[in-house]
């Protein structure tokens, strides 16, 4: 089992930045990747950003150039930073990790971009 609390999220104006974070415990060991997804009112949750606990990266085609991840030096936390925000960037953005072919979810935190 792996538990996820993700922290950072909020209000902010168009053109500003935000770091979200997320932290796992549990059997962390097991996780071979994390990311961030996100959802908006009346949408599907989409990816936003994906790393491996090899590095690799992924990200979606409407948040590359403007969003960053990386882990933490204890490899149990990772980062999404935001910058550039946009209002259809509003959306209740959610931690995930992949552990043995398990998908774990943390409980969301909402991102507000105002115009």
């Known amino acids: 089992q792996v538990q996820l609390v993700e922290s950072g999220g909020g209000l902010v104006q168009a053109g500003g930045s935000l770091r979200l974070s997320c932290v796992a415990s549990?059997?962390?060991?097991?996780?071979?990747?994390m990311g961030w997804y996100r959802q908006a009112p009346g949408k599907q949750r989409e990816l936003v950003a994906t790393?491996?606990?090899?590095?690799?990266?992924n990200f979606a085609d409407s948040v590359k150039r403007r969003f960053t991840i990386f882990r933490g030096s204890a490899k149990n936390t990772v980062y999404l930073q935001m910058n550039n925000l946009k209002p259809e960037d509003t959306a209740v953005y959610y931690c995930?990790?992949?552990?043995?072919?398990?998908?774990?979810w943390g409980q969301g935190t909402q991102v507000t971009v105002s115009s």
């Open positions: 549990g059997s962390i060991g097991s996780i071979n990747a």
């Open positions: 995930n990790a992949q552990a043995y072919g398990w998908s774990y």
């Open positions: 790393i491996t606990t090899e590095g690799r990266t």
